[in-house]
């Protein structure tokens, strides 16, 4: 009765065991949730050995327990048919012989009393085993669901690490080719050419300012030639040129 009261306790304990809580306190849950599957694996099968003892043993008590019952129905069957030939053999002045199933009765009826006395001896114990059978098949179904719940929660585990490690590849990949880094190499690269380019930009703009001065200077010094040619002209008497106009009449 001990051992059944062990069982009975180690399936209750595992059965209501929260694994929320445990899973809480664990370094790496799905390998405690591994383990914990193995660890109900394995007790769920002890347990089912146990289990099976059990009930075999219930089924023995019962089988004897109604071969009691039915050996005492057979016994006083016996004696009632004993006292019947006895009470034939008194009536017909036969005493001796009456006496005889007299006695045979007598041992039948003992027999009967034995029989339902070792039926009403097992009747509380069959009753205590089939009521722990129930509560152990009741445990054995927690249990079964309680590894199902593990089972689930491993692969739901499993399933939402993977998902992190593929957004984490992904943020990866995408923090490795983001242009707008101003540390990334396509930045400094793109800021070496602008850098470039206005260099390029301003030499041509120095080289425009230039060449503009310079033809300001040349014209500068064509009209001042222009000018001395004409002064030495009025100075030496030569009349001015007029300017002819060109006719723009329309034909």
């Known amino acids: ?4 009261q062990s069982i009975l306790g180690r399936i209750s304990q595992l059965a209501k065991a929260n694994i929320n809580a445990i899973l809480d306190r664990a370094e790496d849950p799905e390998k405690m949730l591994d383990q914990m599957v193995r660890d109900y694996s394995n007790s769920i099968a002890e347990a ?7 009930i075999g043993n219930l089924r023995l008590a019962e089988a004897d327990y109604r071969e009691d019952i039915e050996n005492a129905r057979t016994w006083g069957e016996k004696a009632q048919v004993a006292v019947n ?5 008194t009536a017909a002045g036969n005493t001796e012989q009456a006496q005889k199933f007299t006695d045979l009765a007598k041992i039948a009826l003992e027999k009967q009393i034995a029989s339902e006395q070792e039926a009403r001896a097992a009747e509380p114990m069959i009753a205590s085993q089939q ?7 009741d445990g054995l179904a927690q249990m079964h669901g309680k590894l199902s719940e593990l089972q689930s929660k491993r692969d739901q585990l499993v399933a939402r ?10 943020q990866e990949a995408i923090g490795s080719i983001n242009i707008m880094d101003p540390t990334s190499e396509i930045s400094r690269f793109e800021d070496q050419i602008r850098r ?8 041509a703009e120095a080289a425009a300012i230039s060449f503009e ?4 200077l040349l014209e500068d010094a064509a009209k001042s030639s222009e000018v ?5 002209a009025l100075q030496a008497g030569e009349p001015q040129k007029a300017i002819e106009g060109k006719d723009f009449t329309t034909y």
């Open 48 to 54: 089912e050995d146990a289990v099976a003892v059990t």
């Open 1 to 4: 009765m001990a051992e059944k």
């Open 196 to 203: 470039q380019e206005a260099i390029t930009a301003g030499r």
């Open 85 to 89: 030939k006895a009470n034939e053999l």
């Open 228 to 232: 001395e040619t004409r002064l030495q």
């Open 161 to 170: 690490q993977k998902t992190v490690e593929a957004q984490n590849q992904v």
């Open 213 to 216: 001065d310079q033809f300001a």
């Open 131 to 137: 009521e722990v059978v129930a509560k152990l098949k």
